[in-house]
């Protein structure tokens, strides 16, 4: 396949065909963030697309799920994503799913009769960043939305028939924020009751303005018994029903799995434990729990 740059995508997308339907991201300026970074955002000719998709047709015996990357394919014209669904239904009629990130701005410019469309045509699960349910937050991260919009494109989301997944970042307020992130954080997922709810922990990458802020002091990252408190605070404050809770990224210190409500007593309980084991630990024993 041809790519153009670093390619990203979710973890459970590790076995889909990825092809580029845009270049980089339409925001990219999110200050935690350095995905990206080396390419412009730009929408990929169409035919080199359907090329791409052809060719993997010819490369492949099966093809179970496709990935329409980069960052935000969502903000392409509605035709011409009709179009590469439509493709995609011709030439792989054994794949199961389509997905693709969204921010809440492309899911904004789709009318509901457009998102539906896409559902029926194929388009069955979006990817949305959350970060944080804490607009001080998410402002001095620069994400470019409030807390507000982003419940709100995720409920529209899910009320045209489409599976929602969100993720959001522990340690992303630092300790002067931890309990308004987690509640707040808690309180946005309720209302989008979405399908998956992923958490990452929050990782500094070089060249983004919160390494900057890291090295000045300007901003402090969470212990770990930090990090484990508002990891609790957050699911003490989740309500919300069906939704699949994964937090099991490499990033993670500790990993949760579970359906909620249902499992969450049991995941409290797996976080109890992990505070109790990290309260006999020294400092420097913490990451290797």
Not at 74 to 98: G, H, Q, S
Not at 180 to 199: L, V
Not at 208 to 224: A, E, H, N
Not at 267 to 276: G, P, Y
């Amino acid at each position: 396949m041809r790519y153009y740059g670093s390619v990203y995508r979710p973890p459970s997308e590790a076995y889909s065909l990825i092809v580029q339907v845009t270049y980089g991201c339409s925001h990219n300026t999110c200050a935690f963030c350095s995905m990206y970074k080396e390419k412009r955002f730009a929408i990929r000719p169409l035919e080199e697309v359907l090329e791409d998709f052809r060719i993997a047709r010819r490369t492949y015996a099966r093809v179970g799920r496709v990935f329409l990357a980069d960052g935000d394919a969502l903000v392409r014209k509605a035709n011409e994503l009709y179009t590469i669904l439509d493709t995609i239904r011709e030439l792989f009629p054994e794949c199961e799913r389509v997905t693709s990130y969204a921010s809440p701005a492309s899911i904004r410019i789709r009318t509901e009769e457009e998102l539906r469309t896409l559902r029926d045509k194929g388009l069955t699960m979006v990817y949305m960043g959350l970060e944080s349910g804490c607009d001080d937050v998410l402002k001095r991260m620069r994400k470019g939305h409030l807390s507000a919009e982003i419940v709100e494109m995720g409920q529209k989301v899910r009320r045209c028939g489409m599976a929602l997944s969100v993720t959001a970042i522990t340690g992303l307020g630092g300790p002067e924020l931890l309990e308004r992130h987690a509640i707040e954080t808690a309180e946005a997922f309720n209302a989008m009751n979405p399908e998956y709810i992923g958490m990452l922990t929050l990782m500094v990458e070089p060249e983004t303005p919160l390494y900057d802020w890291v090295k000045d002091g300007s901003f402090r990252l969470l212990t770990q018994p930090q990090v484990l408190r508002e990891t609790r605070l957050l699911m003490e404050h989740l309500d919300s029903p069906g939704s699949v809770f994964r937090m099991n990224h490499a990033s993670n210190y500790l990993v949760l799995k579970g359906t909620l409500n249902q499992d969450k007593e049991a995941m409290l309980r797996t976080i109890d434990a992990a505070e109790h084991d990290l309260s006999r630990l020294r400092p420097e024993e913490w990451r290797g729990l």
